[in-house]
C-alpha cells in the first residue's frame, strides 16, 4: 500500500509515572549522542548528551543510558509531566563526522493528566 | 544570547516563486546546519557549513536548492523556482567545534507552504 508517512513509535503514561523512551543507533563508532526533545510547532531542543565512554548521565528528572554492546540508547524521565508531552529523538555523532548528527525518527510521548 | 534566529517564521508563497529563508546562528558556533522536516521523511539533514563553507551538501534535494553563509552571523537557503513538495518546517541549527562533543541548537523553524 501507499505510504502515509513516518509511523513513529508512540508511549502513553499518566503523569507522575517514569517513562523510558528507547533508541537503537547503527554505527559501533559513534562516540556521542543526545536526545531532543520536540514541541508541538517548535524547533527540537537539546535535553541531554552523553560520551561513548559513559555508560549513564543524570541530569534534572532525566537519566540517559548507553549500552554498546547492543547499541542502544534510553531516555528515562522521572516524574513524568504534561509538559513533558512531545515528540522525542536520539541523535549520534560518528567518530570521524564532527559536527553531522545522525536523527532517529523520533517516539511520540503522551502524558495523561 | 538570543538562541538561532530564523526568518521569516511562516512563509506561503505560489508554485514557480522564489523563496529565501534566513539564519542567524549562535555567536561564535562556527558549524550551521539547514535541516527539513516532513510527515513524510522526518528529519533531513540539507547542508552544513563549517566557518561558512559548505562541507557537505548531499541532502540538498536538487538545484533548485542553493545555500549561502556570506559570514559568520548570517545563512540563507534559497528554493527557486518552489514546487508544492517543498512545503515543509525548515531548520537551521548551529554548533561549537569547541563546545563538547558537537551539541547543535536549532532555531524555531520557517512554515513553508507553497500552494
Known amino acids: 500500500g501507499e505510504s502515509v508517512g513516518l509511523h513513529l513509535p508512540t508511549l502513553s503514561v499518566q503523569e507522575g509515572d517514569n517513562s523510558i523512551i528507547n533508541c537503537a543507533y547503527s554505527?559501533?563508532?559513534?562516540?556521542?549522542f543526545i536526545w531532543y526533545k520536540q514541541e508541538s510547532g517548535k524547533g527540537p531542543q537539546f535535553i541531554i548528551d552523553i560520551r561513548s565512554n559513559m555508560d549513564k548521565r543524570q541530569g534534572q528528572r532525566v537519566t540517559v543510558l548507553l549500552n554498546k554492546t547492543v547499541k542502544h540508547l534510553s531516555l528515562q524521565i522521572a516524574a513524568t509531566q504534561p509538559g513533558d508531552s512531545a515528540v522525542y529523538f536520539c541523535?549520534?555523532?560518528?567518530?570521524?563526522?564532527?559536527?553531522?548528527?545522525?536523527f532517529g525518527q523520533g517516539t511520540i510521548l503522551t502524558v495523561h493528566p | 544570547d538570543a538562541g538561532v534566529i530564523q526568518s521569516p517564521r511562516h512563509e506561503v508563497t505560489e508554485m514557480g516563486q522564489e523563496v529565501t529563508l534566513r539564519c542567524k546562528p549562535i555567536s561564535g558556533h562556527d558549524y550551521l546546519f539547514w535541516y527539513r522536516q516532513t510527515m513524510m521523511r522526518g528529519l533531513e539533514l540539507l547542508i552544513y557549513f563549517n566557518n561558512n563553507v559548505p562541507i557537505d551538501d548531499s541532502g540538498m534535494p536538487e538545484d533548485r536548492f542553493s545555500a549561502k553563509m556570506p559570514n559568520a552571523s548570517f545563512s540563507t537557503l534559497k528554493i527557486q523556482p518552489s514546487e508544492p513538495r517543498d512545503s515543509a518546517v525548515y531548520f537551521c541549527?548551529?554548533?561549537?567545534?569547541?563546545?563538547?562533543?558537537?551539541?547543535?541548537?536549532f532555531g524555531p523553524g520557517t512554515r513553508l507552504l507553497v500552494l
Open positions: 541549527a548551529s554548533s561549537s567545534s569547541s563546545g563538547a562533543g558537537g551539541t547543535q541548537y
Open positions: 541523535a549520534e555523532k560518528g567518530g570521524t563526522s564532527y559536527g553531522k548528527l545522525t
Open positions: 554505527n559501533s563508532a559513534s562516540d556521542y
